[in-house]
């Protein structure tokens, strides 16, 4: 069949089939844990800096003026409130632009993955691999914003702890999500699309900055669903010393997110790179 050919049905079949995976993706991720040190400290500079910031601009600038919020009945200093939310939220832009921009260097640009597939390694394990990278880099930024947040004493709540597991599943879900747009790029100025028209309004819909309860009934149900909402209603009571409600409920939705999102990310790098 030639590349022109329209892809037949059997082909999608096959092109969504099980993933193979094995533990060969292991030397893929060190691959890039090794030449991410290298740079390792401007990198973290720069995925830390912009949510410090904005958590110090919004949380005592604007928390000043706004004082308290009110969740569930209780009243929340807003710095506490925006803490919470805006940890998941780098968790969220940390995965996505590693499993943006760096994977598609590496897939496209300098052909790494090509040379990497001339060993005995399959498709489907340098994606695997890429994903947990993503989620790695995500949770690693996760763990040192949220150790500024304990110094500037935010929080206290000995629950935290039940974090890092959350926030990793966080990255799993969005580097998974980002990746699908990286198997469909054709350049860096389609991930455009992602962050416009899916990140950006994700961040103002999930709860991040303001209580979900003010947004009119129609935003509101789209919002429950989104991959970040039950990100920010799990680990959002961790940082109040409560247990989530309907914690079962919410982990369901970023472990189906996770699953899917990376099942359609192999299935178009299959694609891609068949083609």
């Given at each position: 069949m030639s590349e022109s050919s329209p892809v037949r049905p059997q082909n999608w079949r096959d092109l969504f089939r099980a993933p193979q995976l094995s533990w060969r993706w292991l030397p893929v991720f060190r691959r890039n844990l090794l030449v991410w040190r290298k740079l390792a400290v401007p990198s973290l500079v720069g995925n830390i800096a912009e949510p410090l910031i904005t958590l110090v601009a919004f949380g005592y600038g604007l928390g000043a003026l706004v004082g308290q919020v009110q969740l569930g009945g209780n009243a929340v200093p807003y710095i506490l409130f925006l803490a919470s939310g805006s940890i998941c939220m780098s968790a969220m832009n940390a995965a996505s632009f590693e499993a943006l921009y760096s994977a598609f260097s590496r897939m496209h640009v300098q052909r790494t993955w090509d040379g990497i597939m001339n060993a005995p390694v399959r498709l489907d394990d340098v994606v695997l691999a890429e994903?947990?990278?993503?989620?790695?880099?995500?949770?690693?930024?996760?763990a040192v914003i949220l150790a500024v947040m304990l110094a500037l004493g935010i929080s206290h709540s000995p629950l935290l702890l039940l974090a890092l597991p959350l926030l990793a599943l966080v990255?799993?879900?969005?580097?998974?999500?980002?990746?699908?747009?990286?198997?469909?790029?054709?350049?860096?100025?389609?991930?455009?699309?992602?962050?416009?028209?899916f990140l950006t309004p994700t961040m103002f819909l999930s709860g991040v900055f303001f209580p979900r309860e003010q947004l009119p009934g129609v935003m509101r149900v789209v919002s429950d669903w989104l991959p970040l909402t039950a990100a920010v209603e799990l680990i959002r009571p961790l940082f109040l010393g409560q247990w989530p409600a309907q914690a079962g409920l919410h982990l369901a939705v970023l472990v189906a997110y996770a699953v899917g999102a990376f099942w359609v990310a192999l299935a178009l790098t299959r694609r891609r790179f068949r083609n």
């Open positions: 994903m947990l990278w993503a989620a790695f880099k995500s949770l690693f930024t996760s990255g799993i879900v969005f580097a998974s999500i980002a990746l699908i747009f990286n198997a469909l790029a054709k350049g860096y100025d389609f991930f455009t699309y992602y962050f416009s028209l």
